[in-house]
Antibody, heavy 119, light 108 residues
Framework: QVHLVQSGAEVKKPGASVKVSCKAS????????IHWVRQAPGQRLEWMGW????????KYSHKFQGRVTISRDTSASTAYMELSSLKPEDTAVYLC????????????WGQGTMVTVST | SYELTQPPSVSVAPGKTARMTCGGN??????VQWYQQKPGQAPVLLIY???DRPSGIPERFSGSNSGNTATLTISRVEAGDEADYYC???????????FGGGTKLTVL
């Protein structure tokens, strides 16, 4: 079975950085693109960016450009999302999702990682 | 940037049909996805390419897309269908993925 398993909850102070991991299993990691999406409490899903797990190419949302870095470790079948200069409004659940090979949708999602930014 | 508009809430009685809309400028020219999200859970893909269902998704869930509106239809609604529903498209102009604001389905 295909799974994406994310790292655990984090609490950070404003100005710090956070790095969330997303470990894939049940399929060949390098054949799909991994996306990162976040959801602030009571808010809509918000796309942050993607990484092509095969060649490492990335694309970021304009909103997060300069603050977000998405990377991967193919030997560990794991994608990472690092967000810097954290603000309280970055408090959210961060989700990774696999894009289907046809490029049409996100078919498998991680369980989510709660990141709390507070003094 | 491209925007998707969904009604905040829809209510329906069990056994009836629920229709949820997703509005966007010429959305009919884009591929629309629909996701179901229950409280505390990750989203689940319900519909892709406007109207295709992944394996395991019941035929009660269907989608359509034309003009400026895409629609998710749930037939014979069950209590377990209570959830938030999000539409999504890829905007080629910005090369960004965009989600709607979500519709909360309440089963009366």
């Amino acid at each position: 079975q295909v799974h994406l398993v994310q790292s655990g909850a984090e609490v950070k102070k404003p100005g710090a950085s956070v790095k969330v991991s997303c470990k894939a299993s049940g399929y060949t990691f390098t054949t799909n693109t991994i996306h990162w999406v976040r959801q602030a409490p009571g808010q809509r899903l918000e796309w942050m960016g993607w990484i092509n797990a095969g060649n490492g190419n990335t694309k970021y949302s304009h909103k997060f450009q300069g603050r977000v870095t998405i990377s991967r470790d193919t030997s560990a079948s794991t994608a990472y999302m690092e967000l810097s200069s954290l603000k309280p409004e970055d408090t959210a659940v961060y989700l990774c999702a696999r894009e289907v090979s046809s490029g049409s949708a996100f078919d498998i999602w991680g369980q989510g990682t709660m990141v709390t930014v507070s003094t | 940037s491209y925007e998707l508009t969904q009604p905040p809430s829809v209510s329906v009685a069990p056994g009836k049909t629920a229709r949820m809309t997703c509005g966007g400028n010429n959305i009919g020219s884009k591929n629309v996805q629909w996701y179901q999200q229950k409280p505390g859970q990750a989203p689940v893909l319900l519909i892709y390419y406007d109207s295709d269902r992944p394996s395991g998704i019941p035929e009660r869930f269907s989608g359509s897309n034309s003009g400026n509106t895409a629609t998710l239809t749930i037939s014979r609604v069950e209590a377990g269908d209570e959830a938030d529903y999000y539409c999504q498209v890829w905007d080629s102009t910005s090369d960004h993925w965009v989600f709607g604001g979500g519709t909360k389905l309440t089963v009366l």
